[in-house]
């Protein structure tokens, strides 16, 4: 998880899921008041897995284009890269 992540979590998911934890603790039906704390549940738990996918999956393309521009860059500038490198030294040998 990145530093966004956790910031988003401690400022502002964890006080709303308080809040709604508190409305739904002042339910007097107890029936209502059990089937609202198994919704609550399985939305948050739905919530951080959506979320631990979406932020592994975010760094992935993050990384996916550092890649792409590194390489996009070595072409422009015509740096071989390490493979071309590593023939041309086969090569001698």
Sequence with gaps: MVGP?????????????????WILKQEKNKSKYIWG?????????AGVIFSFKGSRMAIQNYKQRQEDARRIEREE??????????????DEK
Excluded: K, N, Q, W
Excluded at 10 to 21: C, E, G, S, T
């Design 5 to 21: 992540s956790i910031i988003f979590y401690v400022i502002f998911a964890l006080p709303f899921l308080y809040a709604i934890y």
């Design 37 to 45: 704390m198994i919704i609550f549940v399985i939305l948050v738990i």
């Design 77 to 90: 500038l015509s740096i071989p890269s390490t493979d071309t490198i590593d023939s041309l030294e086969g």
